[in-house]
């Protein structure tokens, strides 16, 4: 049988990240930071 109080923490745990992400003023802004944070530099040759 499965531990209730395990399923509650992480699917609250989840539930809260989901919030702070949620409610993040910057989470439409393209302003802000990088344009392309995971694309690599080309070395200069």
Known sequence: ???GFA???THGLMLLAAW???TRRDL???TDG???PFRRK????
């Open 1 to 3: 049988m499965i531990d």
């Open 7 to 9: 399923l509650v923490v």
């Open 20 to 22: 702070r992400l949620l």
């Open 28 to 30: 439409d802004s393209e």
């Open 34 to 36: 990088p344009r392309h």
């Open 42 to 45: 080309r070395p200069d040759a």
